[in-house]
Structures are given as C-alpha cells and as structure tokens.
C-alpha cells in the first residue's frame, strides 16, 4: 500500500495523531503505519486519544504534575527552517529536568506548529503580544522575568536585528527587551547572511550586551549546493550550553586531595548490653565530611554509632569502640588532611563480661578501666604516612582555651579546634555550636594563635572549618613553573 488515506476521524483521535507525530518528529501518515505495525506484530496497545494542550496563547495553561523543576526557561523558537530542531531541543532541556515555556514568532509557525511544542513542554505556547488572556497582568514582562534563562532557537538575522536595536514590535522581542534574565543565542542563517557587514555588527553589539552565542556551526544549508558557517547547533549542543549557564560549575578547590575524618562517639562494652559512651552525637563531624566533599576532596569518615544518614558522596566506615576506629583511621591512610571530630571514650573495661552483669547482694561487681588508645596522637606522631595537615578537637566544660592550648602540645597535632560542651551550651547532641580555631603559626617561631568564631550552626562551622583548610592547602602548594 503506497498511501494511507483516512476519512471520518473525530477530533480527539486526528488530535491525538497530530500530538504524537509531532513528538516522534514523524509525518501523520507515518505516525498511521507506525502504530498498526506495533499492534500487529503484538508491541503496543490500542492507542486512546485524550484532550490536547491549548494550541495558542488562548487557552488555559495544562496542568503541571509532579516535582517542581530545579530550573525554567522561556524558549522563543524564531522563523527558520532550523525551527524543526526546537522541537528536539525541548526534549532535551526537559530531560536536564528544565521546565520550558515556548514563545513562538509569527515566523516560526510556518515552520513548527503550537500544538507541537505544547505537547513537548506540557506547556501552554504563547504567540500573541496582544493576547487579552495574558496581557492583562502583562503577560510579557513575565515571560521575560519568571524564568532563570532565555533561550533563542533558532536565533535569525531578523530577531538578533531587532535585539541589538532595541525592537519590541512583537511579543518575541517584547520578551528580549524586558527581560532582565541570561539570553543564549543559537544563530541559523544562509551563510551569506551571517557574513553580512551589518549581521556581523548586531552579533558584535548583543554580545557586548551580555547575550551567550552557541554556533552557528558549519555545513550544509537547506537551499540546494549551499554550504558554510550558519547551520543551528545540535539540540544537545544548546542544552548543554543552556544548562552550564542554569548550572555553573561549584568551585572544588579541595578536589584531589584525600580527607580523612572521625565522628561521633565509641561505644566501650562492659558487658552484651551496656556499654561506656558520651553524648556526641556525630552531627558536627557528619557536617565537615559533607563540607569537605562539597569541596571536592575524596572524604572518608570514619564514625562510631550515630543516628544520621551517611552524607552523599563520602565513604563511611561504621565502628563501635576505640581500637576499631584506629583500625579503620589506620587502614584509610595515607591521607592530605586528618579531621578527628569523633569523640573517642577514654576508657574501656580491662574485662568485657560475657554475660550481663547481675546485682549481688555483695553490691557493684569491680570494674577495672584501661585506657584507650589516643587516636589523635597516635596519627600526628607518624614518621610516615602522617597527614601534612591533622586537625583535633577539644571538647572542654572548663579553661576551654588553656585546655585546648596544652592538647595542641600534647597530641603533636596542627590544628584544635575547641568548644564548650558544658551542659549549658547544650552543644552535644544539638544543632549550633562555638568554637575556638587554636593553632600554630609557623610563619613566627610556632606561635599559638586563637581565632575565635561566633554562634553558628554545626553546617556553619563545617563550611567555615573547611575554607580555613583551603586558605592552608593554597598556602602550602607550591607555584606552578613558568
């Protein structure tokens, strides 16, 4: 069969057609014999035609489902045989989990229909500058503002015309004045046209207003024998440059190098049910790990028994006692940087009963405590695999700053920092926390300096505790050679 020729269809199903070749970029004939294919051959069910999005601005908007998107733009798809690739292009930004909502010059609905892009965007597509159903509330200063980025694909001649001159004689150049949003521009023109003296100007002129070019790129043209620079970009290759703009690289000065962290307290066994531990409750220790992998160093944290979620991206190894937290500090060495948050029980029974302990009438059974291993000196007196940087903390209820000072010499560690677990501050097992930065100053002979920081919450800390390390990496790095 050469054709297919179908009459006396009802609105919802030729709707339905329409909608899901414009989606699958087919031809509505094609879209005929794609669907009877599958049912045939057993791969598909019976299609079911539903109500369509609004085709023009004329309409109420579709109704929005699901999780709120982490980022919108508003993409005015301009009048050009590079329109059809907008279509595609809107699949791409939603699938970055970008909500798009499409303007379409009068131009480019010669080229890609309305319906189409509704469809796709699960949006409602505006058209007209004059369209009393938005313009009420001004409906173009919208488009123009409730968005992160304004996306131009494909950007012609014309439009970049009446940019770069201050045009607004439609709802397309309307929105491009108004707007106080990122533009990107994706340019698609005869290559004459691009080479043009005053095109060449006007793209000159937008990008010292601000406005991000992609492409065009080079190859053949629509017209026949016609070949060089003017071709639209790839779908992908605009989504990607509009998400780098929507998303910016963060910073990972810290990126690497390796971080190795303690948090939490120990658990020292007296018997199969009670156990010697503290009130620390992981949270402050927890908080510099996912600081210092936001920073984007290789964390490993190694933690005694807490009631939190291991953080995104760290390696967590879970302990219960003393020894078992060196164990694991030891195994994950060597390390750049060594933050020991945990708060490690100083003793533990020298005999671990194996059964619970009754009471006698003899009363309390003797319980004799040997002392743990200090995992803060045992790590900062390495000769090898010694962090060049090992951070204590030093958790006082009194003579915060004299006690922290006389850890600092003790443990043999870089830096301590030291906070007030006092019942008052009411600091272990909340949520904010004060501390002490105690450390030596190398620069002048080892002095001890004290650098004192305000209430802030334990992310606060970790953040700050964090750029502190940074401003000492940098420090020590040495210069790149010339």
Known sequence: ??????????????????????????????????????LIEGRGEPPTPFSAPPASSSGPAPQRTGALP????????GGGIAAYKSLDLIRRLKERRIEVRCVLTKAAQQFVTPMAASALSHERVYTDLFDPQSEFDAGHIRLARDCDLIVVAPATADLMAKMANGHADDLASAILLATNRKILLAPAMNPLMWNNAATRRNVAQLQRDGAVLIGPNSGEMAEAGEAGIGRMSEAIEIANAAEKLLRPPV??????????????????????????????????????????????????????P??????????????????????????????DIAIFAAAVADW?????????????SAGMPPLQLVENPDILATIS???????PLVIGFAAETEHLIDN?????????????VANDVSPATGVMGGDRNTVHLISKNAENNNEITVDSWP????????????AHIVKSVTKKSPEPAS
């Open 455 to 466: 209430v802030m919450t334990k992310e606060q800390v970790a953040i700050e505790l964090v």
């Open 251 to 304: 910073p990972r000065p810290l990126a690497g190098k390796r971080v190795l962290i303690t948090a939490g307290p120990t658990h020292e066994p007296i018997d199969p049910v009670r156990y010697i531990a503290n009130r620390s409750s992981g949270k402050q220790g927890f908080a510099i790990a996912a600081a210092a992998q936001a920073a984007g160093a290789e964390v490993v944290l190694v933690s005694g």
């Open 306 to 335: 807490v009631d939190l979620d291991d953080p995104a991206g760290v390696t967590v190894k879970h302990v219960e006692s003393a020894r078992q937290m060196l164990e694991q500090v030891q195994t994950a060495l060597p390390a």
């Open 404 to 416: 922290a000072k006389t850890k600092l010499a003790r443990k043999g560690c870089d830096w301590i």
């Open 1 to 38: 069969m050469a054709s297919l020729t179908i009459r006396k269809l009802d609105d919802a199903v030729k709707t339905y057609l329409r909608l899901r070749s414009a989606r699958n970029r087919r031809s509505v004939e094609e879209e005929v014999r794609v669907i009877l294919r599958d």
């Open 348 to 360: 533990r029974v020298a005999n671990e009963g194996e059964q619970k302990l009754k009471k006698t």
């Open 381 to 387: 007196k390495l000769v090898e695999k010694r962090p």
């Open 70 to 77: 982490e980022a919108s733009i508003t993409l005015i798809i």
